[in-house]
Antibody, heavy 119, light 108 residues
Framework: EVQLVESGGGLVQPGGSLRLSCAAS????????MHWVRQAPGKGLVWVSR????????SYADSVKGRFTISRDNSKNTLYLQMNSLRAEDTAVYYC????????????WGQGTMVTVSS | SSELTQDPAVSVALGQTVRITCQGD??????ASWYQQKPGQAPLLVIY???NRPSGIPDRFSGSSSGNTASLTFTGAQAEDEADYYC???????????FGGGTKLTVL
C-alpha cells in the first residue's frame, strides 16, 4: 500500500524547534519530489516547502524561509522538516505530500501531524 | 501574481450540476489540480492536469481551464461530495506552489 506517515508534532514554546518526519512506503521514494503543506485550525491549505528527488533543489514559502529546512534520506525513505524559531502562527497540522511525476499534482498525502506553538 | 482565488462557498441541489472556479495568473502557464477535504481528513486529489482523475474518483468530477481560470465541475452532485475543495498550482515563478483559499461545497 502506498503510504505516508508523519510524526514529530507536538507542543513547543515560541522560539523553539521541532523536527517533523514523514515515512514513505509502497513506492520508490527516491523517484519523487516531496512537499510539506500546512493547515492552521479552521483555515485553508498552505504550501510550505518542496524538495526534489535527489535533494539537489529545495524551495520554501516566504513565511518560513530561513527558519525551516526540508531534507530527505532516500536510504530511509523518509522526508523531514526542521522547524526553528517557531512562532504562534506556525501552529497547524503539517502534511507531507508526494508530487506525481506529471502535472505537479500532490497525489499521495499523509494523515498529518499537529504542531502547536504556545507558551 | 502568486495567488489563486476561489469563491468561499457554493451550494447545489442534490443531483444537479455545479462548477467551482479558481482564478490566478499562474493558471495561464500551469494546470491546476483539485483536492477534496472532508472534516478531520487529509486532502484527496480529485482532478489533475488537463482533466485527469485518479483511480477511484467518480466520473462526475471533471476539470477544465481557460485563460487564467480553472474549473471543477460536478455533474450530478451527490451528498458525499459535500466538502471543502482547494485548487493548487505552481506560482508564476514556477518554483513555489500555491493553494486557493478553498470553496465549501454544500449539497442541498
Amino acid at each position: 500500500e502506498v503510504q505516508l506517515v508523519e510524526s514529530g508534532g507536538g507542543l513547543v514554546q515560541p522560539g523553539g524547534s521541532l523536527r517533523l518526519s514523514c515515512a514513505a512506503s509502497g513506492f520508490t521514494f527516491s523517484s519523487y519530489w516531496m512537499h510539506w503543506v500546512r493547515q492552521a485550525p479552521g483555515k485553508g491549505l498552505v504550501w510550505v516547502s518542496r524538495i526534489n528527488s535527489d535533494r539537489s533543489s529545495t524551495s520554501y514559502a516566504d513565511s518560513v524561509k530561513g527558519r525551516f529546512t526540508i531534507s530527505r534520506d532516500n536510504s530511509k525513505n523518509t522526508l523531514y522538516l526542521q522547524m526553528n524559531s517557531l512562532r504562534a502562527e506556525d501552529t497547524a497540522v503539517y502534511y507531507c505530500a508526494r508530487e506525481n511525476n506529471l502535472d505537479d499534482a500532490f497525489d499521495i498525502w499523509g494523515q498529518g501531524t499537529m504542531v502547536t506553538v504556545s507558551s | 501574481s502568486s495567488e489563486l482565488t476561489q469563491d468561499p462557498a457554493v451550494s447545489v441541489a442534490l443531483g444537479q450540476t455545479v462548477r467551482i472556479t479558481c482564478q490566478g495568473d499562474s493558471l495561464r502557464s500551469y494546470y491546476a489540480s483539485w483536492y477534496q477535504q472532508k472534516p478531520g481528513q487529509a486532502p484527496l486529489l480529485v482532478i489533475y492536469g488537463k482533466n485527469n482523475r485518479p483511480s477511484g474518483i467518480p466520473d462526475r468530477f471533471s476539470g477544465s481551464s481557460s485563460g487564467n481560470t480553472a474549473s471543477l465541475t460536478f455533474t450530478g452532485a451527490q451528498a458525499e461530495d459535500e466538502a471543502d475543495y482547494y485548487c493548487n498550482s505552481r506560482d508564476s515563478s514556477g518554483n513555489h506552489w500555491v493553494f486557493g483559499g478553498g470553496t465549501k461545497l454544500t449539497v442541498l
